[in-house]
């Protein structure tokens, strides 16, 4: 694989789970249409899963599944821990654009700090 094209996919891939991340928040959690929906009718499987995601989000899971990532990424050699470093990134976003930025900042951070040592 070229240089270029290592640095093209992740960035594509990182670009498009920053897109995701924010439309799930603003079109699933915080739009108004879903909080009224959920509130009358909470045993509708859309109202269930974004219950899961809302306990997802308090119990800090895709911030802690980050950082155990990018740690892991971070201190495992080669390509192993370049692998690793990405899957932290791409938890660390979501989990950066839904409500756990002080915990998740750090796993963004270690991950980055991953992905650029050769």
């Given at each position: ?9 992740p ?21 108004g ?55 932290g ?30």
């Amino acid at each position: 694989m070229s240089s270029r094209l290592s640095l093209i996919v992740p960035l594509i891939v990182l670009s498009l789970c920053l897109a995701a991340s924010y439309g799930l928040r603003f079109g699933f959690m915080e739009d108004g249409q879903w909080v009224g929906l959920c509130a009358e009718q909470a045993q509708r499987w859309e109202c269930q899963l974004r219950a899961g995601l809302g306990l997802m989000i308090h119990f800090r899971l895709l911030a802690w599944s980050a950082l155990a990532a990018a740690l892991a990424g971070f201190l495992l050699p080669g390509r192993a821990g370049w692998g690793l470093a990405l899957a932290g990134l791409c938890l660390g976003i979501p989990a950066l654009v839904l409500y756990t930025a002080s915990l998740a900042v750090f796993a963004v951070v270690i991950a980055g700090l991953r992905l650029v040592r050769r």
